[in-house]
C-alpha cells in the first residue's frame, strides 16, 4: 500500500491546478495525479510482464508509443470539457509541436521509470536463484568420497581385525578422520590446505591396504599451513592416480604442493596403467567444472598422458 500511496500523495501535491476555479481544484488535482499514473502502472502491470519480459521489444515500444498517443488525444478531447471549471480569463493555448514534444518526454521518462522495477526485481530475482543453484551444485560436486571405496576399506578392515588389530585401529581412526572431514569440516566453505593434505594422506594410507605395492610420496613447502582453499578441490586427482595406477608393475603417486606469491601450485604424477583408460573421469570432469566455478579465468590446469606417467598440473591464485 505504502509504495503505491507515496507517489500518488506526492503527485497530488505537486500537480498545480491554479487556473481553475477553488471549488474544483481537489478533483482536479485527483483526476491529474490518476492521469499521471496510468502510463507508469499500465507499463508495469500490463506492457512490462506480457511483452518485455518475454522478449516482444518491437510490440512494446509500439504499444508504448501507442499508449501515451492516447494519453494526449485525451488531453486535447478534454480541455473543451474543463473550459467552464477555468477562472475568469483563464483559457488554453493552442497546441504546438513542443508541447507534444514534452508531453512524450515526460511520459516516456515516466515508463522508463516504472520499468526500472520490475526489470530490478527480475535480475534480483534471478541472481538469487542463480547463486543458490550454483551453490547446490558446487555443494554436489565436492562430494567425492566414493561408497566403492568405504566398501573395500570395510572389507580390509574386517580382515584386520582378525590379523593385525594395531593396524585395524590405525585404520578405523583414518577413517574416522576421512568422515570427520567431509561432515563437517568441509561444510564451512573454504579450509586449510593442510587440512586437505591430512585428508589425502589418510586416504592414500587407506588405499595402500588394497594396494602393497603402492608406493606413496606428498610434499609441501612449509607456507601451505597458511593457505585457505575450496575442500575437495584436490583430492578428484589424487583418486584419479589411484584407479588408473599400473598395479602390475611399479605403481606409484607423488604429489607435491608448493605457493608461490598469490598462487598455488599442485603436481600429480602416477605411474599409468598399461590397460585401456579414459583420460581423467567423472571425477575430473567435476573438478574442472568447479575450477570454473570458483576460479572463473584465475586457474591453469595441465594433464599430460606418455603412456607410462599420467601428470597432473595445477596453479590457481589463491
Same mark, same amino acid.
Given at each position: 500500500?505504502? #509504495?503505491?500511496?507515496?507517489?500518488?500523495?506526492?503527485?497530488?501535491?505537486?500537480?498545480?491546478?491554479?487556473?481553475? #476555479?477553488?471549488?474544483?481544484?481537489?478533483?482536479?488535482?485527483?483526476?491529474?495525479?490518476?492521469?499521471?499514473?496510468?502510463?507508469?502502472?499500465?507499463?508495469?502491470?500490463?506492457?512490462?510482464?506480457?511483452?518485455?519480459?518475454?522478449?516482444?521489444?518491437?510490440?512494446?515500444?509500439?504499444?508504448?508509443?501507442?499508449?501515451?498517443?492516447?494519453?494526449?488525444?485525451?488531453?486535447?478531447?478534454?480541455?473543451?470539457?474543463?473550459?467552464?471549471?477555468?477562472?475568469?480569463?483563464?483559457?488554453?493555448?493552442?497546441?504546438?509541436?513542443?508541447?507534444?514534444?514534452?508531453?512524450?518526454?515526460?511520459?516516456?521518462?515516466?515508463?522508463?521509470?516504472?520499468?526500472?522495477?520490475?526489470?530490478?526485481?527480475?535480475?534480483?530475482?534471478?541472481?538469487?536463484? *542463480?547463486?543458490?543453484?550454483?551453490?547446490?551444485?558446487?555443494?554436489?560436486?565436492?562430494?567425492?568420497?566414493?561408497?566403492?571405496?568405504?566398501?573395500?576399506?570395510?572389507?580390509?578392515?574386517?580382515?584386520?581385525?582378525?590379523?593385525?588389530? #594395531?593396524?585395524?585401529?590405525?585404520?578405523?581412526?583414518?577413517?574416522? *578422520?576421512?568422515?570427520?572431514?567431509?561432515?563437517?569440516?568441509?561444510?564451512?566453505?573454504?579450509?586449510?590446505?593442510?587440512?586437505?593434505?591430512?585428508?589425502?594422506?589418510?586416504?592414500?594410507?587407506?588405499?595402500?591396504?588394497?594396494?602393497?605395492?603402492?608406493?606413496?610420496?606428498?610434499?609441501?613447502?612449509?607456507?601451505?599451513?597458511?593457505?585457505?582453499?575450496?575442500?575437495?578441490?584436490?583430492?578428484?586427482?589424487?583418486?584419479?592416480?589411484?584407479?588408473?595406477?599400473?598395479?602390475?608393475?611399479?605403481?606409484?603417486?607423488?604429489?607435491?604442493?608448493?605457493?608461490?606469491?598469490?598462487?598455488?601450485?599442485?603436481?600429480?604424477?602416477?605411474?599409468?596403467?598399461?590397460?585401456?583408460?579414459?583420460?581423467?573421469?567423472?571425477?575430473?570432469?567435476?573438478? *574442472?567444472?568447479?575450477?570454473?566455478?570458483?576460479?572463473?579465468?584465475?586457474?591453469?590446469?595441465?594433464?599430460?598422458?606418455?603412456?607410462?606417467?599420467?601428470?597432473?598440473?595445477?596453479?590457481?591464485?589463491?
Amino acid at each position: 500500500m505504502l #509504495q503505491h500511496l507515496t507517489p500518488a500523495v506526492v503527485l497530488y501535491f505537486i500537480v498545480g491546478m491554479n487556473d481553475y #476555479q477553488v471549488q474544483w481544484q481537489p478533483l482536479l488535482k485527483i483526476l491529474g495525479t490518476l492521469f499521471i499514473l496510468t502510463a507508469p502502472y499500465v507499463n508495469q502491470y500490463v506492457l512490462v510482464p506480457r511483452f518485455l519480459l518475454r522478449f516482444r521489444y518491437y510490440a512494446y515500444a509500439a504499444l508504448v508509443l501507442l499508449l501515451i498517443t492516447l494519453l494526449f488525444g485525451v488531453t486535447v478531447w478534454s480541455e473543451p470539457l474543463l473550459v467552464p471549471m477555468l477562472k475568469t480569463g483563464k483559457a488554453f493555448a493552442p497546441y504546438q509541436v513542443k508541447d507534444m514534444v514534452v508531453f512524450f518526454v515526460m511520459m516516456l521518462s515516466l515508463v522508463a521509470a516504472s520499468s526500472a522495477i520490475p526489470l530490478f526485481w527480475q535480475w534480483v530475482q534471478a541472481s538469487y536463484h *542463480r547463486t543458490a543453484s550454483l551453490q547446490t551444485e558446487l555443494e554436489n560436486l565436492k562430494k567425492q568420497l566414493s561408497p566403492h571405496f568405504l566398501f573395500n576399506t570395510l572389507n580390509n578392515l574386517d580382515t584386520l581385525i582378525y590379523t593385525d588389530q #594395531q593396524r585395524a585401529s590405525a585404520v578405523v581412526h583414518s577413517l574416522s *578422520r576421512l568422515l570427520r572431514y567431509q561432515l563437517y569440516l568441509s561444510g564451512n566453505g573454504k579450509i586449510c590446505l593442510r587440512q586437505e593434505l591430512d585428508f589425502m594422506e589418510d586416504f592414500l594410507y587407506l588405499e595402500q591396504l588394497r594396494h602393497d605395492i603402492l608406493e606413496v610420496r606428498v610434499t609441501a613447502d612449509d607456507s601451505v599451513k597458511d593457505v585457505l582453499l575450496h575442500p575437495f578441490l584436490l583430492m578428484p586427482f589424487v583418486e584419479n592416480a589411484v584407479k588408473h595406477n599400473n598395479y602390475n608393475g611399479n605403481a606409484y603417486i607423488h604429489v607435491h604442493v608448493s605457493v608461490a606469491p598469490g598462487s598455488l601450485h599442485f603436481t600429480c604424477v602416477n605411474a599409468v596403467s598399461h590397460e585401456p583408460v579414459a583420460d581423467g573421469g567423472a571425477g575430473l570432469k567435476n573438478v *574442472r567444472r568447479r575450477l570454473s566455478l570458483l576460479y572463473p579465468g584465475q586457474h591453469t590446469l595441465r594433464t599430460e598422458n606418455n603412456g607410462e606417467v599420467y601428470t597432473v598440473t595445477l596453479t590457481f591464485n589463491i
